[in-house]
C-alpha cells in the first residue's frame, strides 16, 4: 500500500464530518502498513466552537488508549490537511516518525516551522514531513464547506479567502 491508499482514507473521514457539518479533515494513523486508528476534526459546529478537537488530536487520543506496542517512529499520520502548530507538536512530542498531508493550511500549518531554535524536544526530532498528497480532493472538499453558507467556522478567514480563490 502507498501514500494515496492512505490519504483516501484520511479523506473518506473528512467526507464523513463534513456530512456531520464539521469542519473537514481527516486523520489515518498508520504503523506496518496497518491503519491503528482514524479520527476526524470535531467541535467546530454551533456557537461556540472548540480549538482543541482536531483531527490530528483525536487520533493521538486514540492511539495512546491502544493495547499494542507500537514503535512510533516507524509511525505515520496522514491528515487531509497540513497540522497547526498545536497539532505538530504534540505529533513531535508523541515521536511519530512521519507526517503526510494533503493540503497546506496556508493559515496556520506547523511543519514548515524550523526546529532547529526550538529548545531540545522539537529541536532533536527527526520527523519526515511529506506534502501534496491528493491535495486536489482535499481542496475541494475544504471549498465545499466554505462554500456553505450555514458553516460559520474559519468562515472569514485567511484559510477560507486562500481555498476560494483557487
Known amino acids: 500500500m502507498d501514500d494515496t491508499f492512505f490519504m483516501k482514507k484520511a479523506l473518506e473521514r473528512a467526507r ?10 481527516g486523520c489515518v494513523v ?7 486508528v482514524t479520527g476526524a476534526r470535531e467541535g467546530t459546529t454551533g456557537d461556540d466552537p472548540n ?9 493521538l487520543r486514540k492511539l495512546s488508549r491502544l493495547d499494542r506496542k507500537v514503535n512510533m517512529q516507524d509511525v ?10 498545536m497539532c505538530f507538536g504534540a505529533l513531535v512530542i508523541s515521536g511519530i516518525g512521519r507526517i503526510v ?19 531540545p ?4 526530532s527527526q520527523i519526515k514531513i511529506k506534502s501534496g ?17 450555514q458553516n460559520r467556522y474559519l468562515k472569514d478567514s485567511f484559510l477560507a479567502a486562500y481555498t476560494l480563490d483557487q
Open 16 to 25: 464523513m464530518a463534513l456530512a456531520a457539518g464539521e469542519f473537514p479533515v
Open 133 to 149: 498528497i491528493l491535495r486536489k480532493d482535499s481542496l475541494e472538499l475544504l471549498k465545499s464547506y466554505f462554500s456553505q453558507t
Open 101 to 119: 498531508f494533503a493540503y497546506e493550511d496556508a493559515m496556520g500549518g506547523g511543519t514548515r516551522c524550523d526546529c532547529a531554535h526550538l529548545p
Open 30 to 36: 498508520v504503523w506496518n502498513n496497518d491503519i491503528l
Open 51 to 59: 480549538e482543541v478537537d482536531h483531527a490530528e488530536i483525536m487520533t
Open 76 to 85: 505515520s499520520v496522514f491528515s487531509t490537511l497540513e497540522p497547526c502548530l
Open 121 to 124: 524536544l522539537y529541536r532533536q
